[in-house]
């Protein structure tokens, strides 16, 4: 558990913070009375332990009274910028989104003038209010497990043409969104392997989803390249997971054996294959999900292994 050092507001954009003791958080547009409220950055927030540090590599030479990084929240007892985005506070009745981490350093930043460094674009963080409330000095801040994110893609070349709806994708996004999950693209394309691994590689990287779900492409047709594209992004491979997907499987059909999908991790986004039919995707997700939050989170860094 955190809590609050100092609750920092400037009525006039190019003037310093100020810390006021207390302020009401307005739902979606961030502290009452704050020039910098209604932006598309509500509230900013930046770690005490941050602040000590900066003023440990300066001598203890640069006053740093709180406020004087821009923050409007000075928080102490969270590494805020390993925070995922989407990670939720909640201060009393108020909840925050974690939705920004860091920003690029105006040239009219006091502290910047003064010592030729700022930690707000690296160690500051930015939030939306959720719901909103009053923030008091002292106040306990609680981290919340943020909501897992995902991405879809579907690997068939009759959907892609057109010849056939692609059911299974929007089956799998619909169970998502169900559980609780923030559910990001949802790709369509043709059972092409350099497409696919193209397509893995930006939505990994780019997008950052928690978990991948692909689905079709996994049979035994020469067009089925779904689990060679996710083998060649993958930087650790997860076996479990495809092989208890086929286990439970094969206690409905003996045609499970014939799938030959694969799991695996790139970064922090784990990869799954699925069968490319709904009721399949169904049974899959029923008998994977419970199970598989657990991995996520200690694939985040947010749950013992």
């Not at 479990?240 to 409905?252: D, K």
């Not at 045609?255 to 999908?261: D, E, G, P, T």
């Amino acid at each position: 558990m955190g809590r609050v050092i100092a609750v920092c507001i400037s009525e006039k954009k190019g003037t310093p913070k100020k810390d006021i003791g207390s302020c009401r958080l307005i739902e979606d547009f961030g502290l009452e009375k704050d020039a910098h409220a209604g932006s598309e950055r509500q509230v900013s927030l930046l770690a005490k332990e941050e602040v000590d540090a900066f003023r440990d590599r300066s001598g203890g030479a640069v006053e740093l009274p709180p406020g004087i990084f821009g923050e409007n929240l000075l928080i102490q007892g969270y590494d805020l910028k390993s925070c995922p985005l989407g990670t939720r506070f909640r201060i009393g009745e108020v909840l925050l989104e974690l939705t920004q981490i860091g920003k690029r350093c105006h040239s009219g930043c006091e502290i910047m003038q003064r010592t030729g460094e700022c930690i707000m674009p690296k160690e500051g963080v930015f939030a939306r209010v959720v719901t909103g409330g009053i923030v008091h000095v002292g106040d306990e801040i609680e981290k919340l497990m943020s909501p897992f994110r995902a991405a879809v893609l579907t690997a068939s070349d009759r959907s892609f043409q057109g010849l056939r709806e692609d059911l299974s994708g929007p089956k799998i996004r619909e169970i998502l969104t169900e559980k609780g999950y923030q559910v990001g693209s949802s790709l369509l394309l043709p059972d092409d392997e350099d497409g696919l691994v193209e397509a893995l590689i930006r939505l990994a990287d780019q997008e950052k989803p928690d978990v991948i779900f692909t689905t079709g492409g996994t049979g035994f047709s020469v067009r089925d390249r779904m689990p060679e594209a996710t083998k060649r992004v993958a930087e650790r491979e997860v076996p479990g997971i495809a092989e208890g997907i086929r286990a439970y499987s094969m206690t409905i059909t003996p045609r499970a054996m014939l799938s030959r999908a694969v799991s695996v991790i790139r970064g922090r986004t784990l990869i799954v294959n699925l069968p490319g039919s709904p009721k399949a995707v169904v049974e899959c997700m029923e008998y994977l999900l419970p199970t598989l939050e657990h991995g996520l989170g200690i694939l985040r860094g947010e749950a013992d292994g």
